[in-house]
């Protein structure tokens, strides 16, 4: 026997024990291995089960309505969402499994629908496709479209803004976010585009939209910062592209006709343009599609026959194109331009008797007047 402390902890090795323990692990992993492979059976006959079995649904077509928006470039997937939130559908899936049945809702365009609630999901993709069923709530303006014509459009293509709660709106243009420049008139500053209005807009957000996308306009073209340059004011340069966009529809003249703008004004010569007369006698409720001589002496400060220099304001609501012609006119002696097609081209010249030649060239052409 030694003394040495550590002898009195020695103990002989037990071989048995660590076999029965090493049976005990092989046994437990052996029923995790059963329980696992039978659960992943019975998972996977779950997952299919939930695979094939179609989204929940509601069974009829739905009681009641609700107003939804289809936001632009919106997939069956986001839209059976926004129905599903709404109460439309009873779930998102069963949306996007009509709509894959069915090829047209390729066409749902984006907008404002009057749906109902609770609605089986292949009826929900039928009315979306409706032309009834959507709520009209964008309009679109063509440029060179007066106030008066503007107003119009508006009310015929939105359902809840009647055309008199669009005029007492222009009537208080000071409520409208117009520039100081525009001294409070709203002719010409309208922007020429197309507007999404949601259900409940008022005519006075309406109007101050459009006037917020002209100052987009003026920013991008650099009306108001060119103008000092062509030492007139931003209201006169939206006057001149007023003119172009009304004298012709040809982008690739409408440089041409505001140099003859400039080109009169810096003579002294009276514009003496048609479409001036036209403005007078349409805010005058009067249509007219040919000018008489009697017409041109009308008594406007808008009739450029009787007037010199421009008229107080615009006459329309010019475009893009129409704005960047006014502040970056094409080089050229042209003082008369005359439409000589039916498709709308000028003919432009320096002196008046080549004007004459062209004109009646026009009338014997185009009006047979020969």
Do not use: H
Request: aromatic share 8%; proline share 7%.
């Amino acid at each position: 026997m030694t003394d040495g402390p550590n002898d009195l902890f020695v103990e002989e090795p037990a071989p048995a024990r660590p076999r029965r323990r090493g049976l005990a692990v092989a046994i437990v992993l052996g029923l995790l291995a059963v329980l696992v492979a039978g659960g992943a059976v019975g998972g996977r006959r779950i997952y299919d089960k939930l695979v094939d079995s179609p989204a929940p649904d509601y069974p009829g077509p739905g009681t009641g309505e609700v107003v939804v928006e289809v936001p632009a470039g919106a997939t069956a997937g986001v839209i059976g969402v926004i129905l599903a939130e709404k109460g439309v559908v009873r779930s998102a899936g069963a949306f996007r499994e009509a709509a894959v049945a069915d090829e047209r809702s390729l066409g749902i365009q984006p907008g404002f629908f009057r749906m109902r609630l609770r609605m089986r999901a292949a009826v929900a993709v039928e009315l979306l496709l409706d032309p009834a069923a959507r709520i009209r709530g964008r309009f679109t303006i063509p440029e060179g479209t007066s106030v008066g014509r503007t107003l119009e459009i508006i009310a015929k293509s939105v359902d809840d803004l009647p055309l008199a709660q669009l005029q007492a709106a222009a009537r208080i243009p000071a409520a409208l976010g117009l520039p100081a420049y525009a001294k409070g008139r709203l002719e010409g500053f309208l922007f020429p585009a197309t507007y999404d209005v949601e259900p409940g807009t008022t005519a006075a957000e309406v109007l101050s939209m459009m006037v917020a996308r002209y100052a987009r306009a003026a920013t991008a073209t650099g009306l108001e910062a060119r103008a000092e340059a062509l030492d007139l004011t931003p209201l006169q340069v939206l006057t001149v592209a007023s003119l172009v966009e009304a004298e012709t529809p040809k982008d690739d003249q409408r440089g041409k006709v505001a140099r003859v703008v400039y080109n009169r004004l810096a003579k002294g010569q009276r514009l003496e343009f048609d479409s001036t007369i036209k403005y007078v006698f349409a805010e005058r409720g009067e249509v007219k599609t040919r000018i008489l001589f009697k017409d041109l002496e009308v008594v406007s400060p808008y009739n450029t026959y009787r007037n010199a220099g421009l008229p107080p304001g615009p006459i329309n609501s010019p475009g893009e194109d129409a704005m960047l012609a006014a502040v970056d006119p094409e080089p050229g002696p042209w003082l008369y331009f005359v439409v000589i097609d039916k498709a709308g081209n000028s003919a432009f010249s320096e002196s008046y008797e080549e004007f004459l030649r062209n004109r009646a060239r026009y009338r014997c052409d185009v009006l047979g007047e020969c």
